[in-house]
């Protein structure tokens, strides 16, 4: 059973009148947003929300900026934000985006820094900025319960190694380790992952399915959503290659519900609470 998320403030109230309205150019500062009881002006990408995000769900009142890489401006100047959240991946457009209002990047993948720290740094800085350092004290008490609650859950367990993969096509995934926020989160878990290679600094690499053999014997692989192709699992069983892999010889594969890879501290405690429960399925 999960824990459940309990909180005192609303997540979709909108930003006070002396805060104006707030956009996010990134999911995971989006996210934060909500967690701290302050709903955004406006995301990039709204429409992607519920396939990439699901968890917390986006208010219908968000207006849609379009991609990072194709920003609306007409849509942003038309919004009148005080402030716009953005990070160093988007420094390119913060000139032209300082034209239609303030903008503060905060900077999380990037540096070799640790994602899940780096979160819950920018969360309390976030927490100062909108004027909700008490929904952010309170909002990460919560988080370290849940991380203490699925580690305990977890110790009860004999836990296998796990890989987590995003499956490219039939030949390639995305692996994940290092210093991505899965991998923080697995810390603070208790669980091992089988994946020790080297990863970039944005927790991830992508490897051939022929390098998954490398693998501890025992590992248990655990595949993100979305599957594209919807059929790309029924293709990987038709493959020989697949059935040569140990995890997949011995039926030690599960898919789970998708999990932001880029986001920070809300989807850390998703993906510890979806972790936590396949494992208890497994024992």
């Not at 459940?4 to 909108?14: E, F, V």
């Not at 836990?159 to 096509?169: C, E, H, K, S, Y």
């Not at 594969?253 to 890879?261: A, E, F, T, W």
Request: aromatic share 6%; glycine share 6%; with cysteine.
């Amino acid at each position: 059973m999960t824990l459940a998320l309990t909180m005192p403030w609303s997540i979709s109230r909108p930003a006070q009148a002396d805060e104006g309205g707030i956009v996010s150019l990134d999911y995971g500062l989006a996210s934060t947003m909500l967690m701290l009881g302050v709903t955004p002006a406006a995301v990039v990408a709204r429409a992607d929300w519920q396939q990439w995000v699901v968890d917390p769900p986006m208010p219908e009142s968000v207006a849609d900026l379009g991609t990072a890489t194709e920003i609306n401006l007409e849509v942003l100047a038309r919004l009148k934000p005080s402030l716009i959240l953005s990070t160093p991946f988007l420094a390119a457009s913060r000139s032209q985006l300082e034209t239609i209002a303030p903008v503060r990047e905060v900077d999380i993948y990037g540096g070799g820094r640790e994602a899940l720290p780096a979160s819950i740094v920018a969360t309390r800085d976030l927490g100062k900025l909108l004027r909700r350092e008490s929904q952010a004290t309170a909002f990460l008490a919560h988080a370290e319960a849940n991380f203490a609650d699925c580690n305990r859950r977890i110790a009860e367990l004999s836990a296998p190694p796990v890989a987590l993969v995003t499956l490219m096509d039939e030949r390639h995934v995305r692996i994940y380790g290092g210093s991505g926020l899965y991998q923080g989160t697995l810390d603070r878990l208790g669980v091992k992952n089988a994946w020790q290679a080297e990863t970039n600094f944005w927790g991830f690499q992508t490897i051939t399915i022929e390098q998954l053999i490398s693998l501890p014997e025992n590992t248990h692989l655990m595949i993100f959503e979305p599957l594209t192709p919807p059929d790309i699992l029924q293709r990987l069983d038709d493959s020989p290659l697949w059935h040569e892999l140990p995890f997949a010889r011995a039926g030690r594969v599960s898919v789970l519900p998708g999990v932001l890879m880029f986001g920070m501290v809300r989807e850390a405690i998703r993906f510890a609470e979806l972790l936590t429960d396949r494992l208890e399925q497994l024992a």
